[in-house]
Structure formats: C-alpha cells, structure tokens
C-alpha cells in the first residue's frame, strides 16, 4: 500500500509559477513510475508529465515545455514545477504511482495508488 500527499497548489495570477508536491507516506517500490494528472470541473483526468525510477520523463505534448518532473530518489517527493501558468491549467491535480514501465504512462488505468489531490487555480 502506497498512501500519497500532494501539496503545493494555489490561487496564483496567469503567468506565474507554482511548485507540487507528492510525498509517500512510505518508500516506494524500488522500480515504479510516478505521474502527475489534473482534473477540471466537466472534463476527464488527464496525464501531463511521468517519471520512473531511471529518471526516464515523460511529458503531454499540449505542455509545451511549461512543467517539469522530478524526484530525486526514491524517498524524495515527487515534484511537479509549472512555469507560465494559464488559466486553462486551473484543476486539481493529482500524483499516481504504477508500475515501473520504460516509457511511463499517462493513462489513469495504468496507475494503482492515487493521492487526495490539490487545487490550482489560474486568474487571469
């Protein structure tokens, strides 16, 4: 059992910037991967970035080089960085955790463990 907590979102302005946290309630699995995803009110979940234990990423290509992923080590959080934020990118966000792929999925069936999720918001 994989207990995920995400932290970090906030009401910010477009433009700026905010950093997600995911922690793990304990290690994970030594090969895993790891997924962000967001859900806006009337529309589906979808995956925007991944990352395994080989430090493989993987990212939407809607993103357009806006987030990037990271964890340093398997006890480090996951972390999403999202730069010039629009308002389009207000949701709530949620990190997964899966089995270790080479190319990770973001596809929310693949994931197995799911965090309670954090609101963004993005004002223009």
């Known amino acids: 059992q994989v207990n995920l907590v995400e932290s970090g979102g906030d009401s910010v302005q477009a433009g700026g910037s905010l950093r997600l946290s995911c922690a793990a309630s304990v290690d994970t699995p030594r090969n895993y991967c790891m997924a962000w995803f967001r859900q806006a009110p009337g529309k589906e979940r979808e995956g925007l970035a991944a990352i395994n234990n080989k430090y493989d990423r993987r990212y939407a290509g809607f993103l357009k080089g806006r987030f990037t992923v990271s964890k340093e080590n398997n006890r480090n959080p996951l972390y999403l960085q999202m730069n010039d934020l629009e308002p389009e990118d207000t949701a709530t966000y949620y990190c997964?955790?899966?089995?270790?792929?080479?190319?990770?999925?973001?596809?929310?069936?693949?994931?197995?463990?799911w965090g309670q999720g954090t609101q963004v918001t993005v004002s223009s």
């Open positions: 997964a955790h899966g089995p270790y792929d080479r190319t990770c999925s973001l596809t929310a069936g693949q994931y197995n463990y």
